[in-house]
């Protein structure tokens, strides 16, 4: 590994426990509670995601918690303690106050290792778009970059990381207030599907919408097409609800147009599906601006 220095951040990101043992990156996990259980977390029980939307299904309504700063404070220091500089990419601070509980627990420790380089960087963006990001700060690290010339790269192209997304029930995003009841009640009626992105902020914005599932799903496809801004090196995310059906169906219409292109799968997970429920369907890659 030619990194040099250790590489921090949270299970907002939705990439798969692999990916973080392969690169040796240390991710902390926000967590959920359901039916009185509390999952994930620091000292959560384990659920799958398979299970846990299947949960969802039966009535499950779960709530979500943040990485605290002592929990941030914990990790960090493990790495500080060991020697080592330390890079931090978080969850968006427009959807969630993770990005805060780091930069708290940073400048603690600045404190308490005054030799030691600490840099947080609030990615401003979400699931698998986080872990885009995440994979091509990875990437760019691994060149022998500085922890400092890393942040700079991190902070010029986290605008450019594109997040497109429908769901396919409006009542997860209505009980976490991003939509409203009555748009919730005639879009489920009149069966429209919401086009969504997440802004310059970070946070969830409706952008559009459709009649229909497919769609809401090839709405999506032709957004990306219309802002892409890749070459042949460059990836496209999808993350989805536990529909692996419609992955399929987008898939199919992507590689009909960039039919060279990599296309990396995961589910939404646990603490993000508890607010965009079933049959969400989200595509991340790298545009000319959100």
Known sequence: MNRKFAIVTDSGCDMPADYFKAREIVCVKLGFTMNNVNYEGEDGEHISEKDFYQALRDGAMPTTYQVTGETAKKYIGKKLEAGEDVF???????????AGSFQVAARELAEQYPARKIFVVDSLCASMGQGLLL?????FAETGATIEETVAYAESLKGKICHHFTVDNLFHLKRGGRVSSVTAIV????KIKPIMHVSDEGKLVVIGKAIG???????????????KDMDETDEIFI????CIEDVEYVRGLLLEKMPKVKITVNYVGTVIGTHSGCGTLAIFHKGKHR
Do not use: A, P, Q
């Open 88 to 98: 931090v990419l978080t969850f968006s601070s427009g959807l969630s106050g993770t």
């Open 135 to 139: 994979d091509y700060i990875v990437k």
């Open 187 to 190: 879009g489920s009626i009149l």
């Open 213 to 227: 599932r497919k769609k809401s799903l090839k709405t999506l496809v032709d957004n990306l097409l219309e802002l």
């Open 239 to 242: 993350s989805h609800g536990d």
